[in-house]
């Protein structure tokens, strides 16, 4: 499959282990925050979401941590399994979008899963 | 998912060769987006669709057009290809009163 990045910062993580990858934000007006997955070959896909009167929510084995006051956002992935091998990045808006308030993407992290 | 594909996945096309992209949705989203991704540089926005034949430009729209002739179509068109636009390209749809854009499957293409 083609890489989506090159250079982008990797995380290496032990099949099991619970994997944090880490997302700052430039916008302070930014109220709406989404974490998307890149598989080698394929399309972002959403994972979770997250907006700006929340500090965390949970999906089914991710939990997105936001701090509004340094602009930090998080994406913890339990029990990281062979199948979380991919590209995570962070896209942030001031909501809502209308379809021309556009998503900022954040460039990416690399996330390997070592069996 | 939003139902997105897009057309064709791969083309491989020569500098000055006119190229147009397809992208198709099946669950009548409203805005419609084009990005490029290339390494270094992530997600970039070509073009975006606010509704049939409404389109605005984004942040590197040069050598793109873009029309939307129904709610499920969008295309994007190179008029006349060049190298620096070798790359995935990705289309997202978003429904109306969301703020979540969902994501096709990409095309490669290739500029010699």
């Known amino acids: 499959g083609e890489s989506v990045g090159l250079h982008l910062p990797t995380l290496s993580v032990q099949e099991g282990d619970n994997s944090i990858i880490n997302c700052a934000y430039s916008?302070?007006?930014?109220?709406?925050f989404i974490w998307y997955k890149q598989e080698s070959g394929k399309g972002p896909q959403f994972i979770i979401d997250?907006?700006?009167?929340?500090d965390k929510r949970q999906g089914q084995r991710v939990t997105v941590l936001l701090n509004k006051t340094v602009k930090h956002l998080s994406l913890q992935i339990a029990a990281t399994q062979p199948g979380d091998s991919a590209v995570y990045f962070c896209?942030?808006?001031?909501?809502?979008?209308?379809?021309?308030?556009?998503?900022?993407f954040g460039k990416g992290n690399q996330v390997v899963v070592i069996p | 998912d939003a139902g997105i594909t897009q057309s064709p996945r791969h083309k491989v096309t020569e500098t000055g060769t006119p190229v147009t992209l397809r992208c198709h949705q099946t669950?009548?989203?409203?805005?419609m987006y084009w990005y490029r991704q290339d390494p270094g540089h992530g997600l970039r926005l070509i073009h975006y669709?606010?509704?049939?034949?409404?389109?605005d430009k984004g942040e590197v729209s040069d050598g793109y057009s873009v029309s939307r002739s129904k709610t499920e179509d969008f295309l994007l068109t190179l008029e006349s290809a060049t190298s620096s636009q070798t790359s995935v390209y990705f289309c997202?749809?978003?429904?109306?009163?969301?703020?979540?854009?969902?994501f096709g499957p990409g095309t490669r293409l290739t500029v010699l």
């Open positions: 896209a942030e808006t001031q909501a809502p979008s209308y379809g021309n308030n556009r998503l900022a």
């Open positions: 916008n302070s007006a930014s109220d709406y």
């Open positions: 997250i907006r700006s009167n929340m």
């Open positions: 669950e009548n989203h409203r805005y």
């Open positions: 669709s606010y509704g049939v034949k409404d389109t």
């Open positions: 997202a749809t978003m429904g109306q009163g969301t703020d979540t854009q969902y």
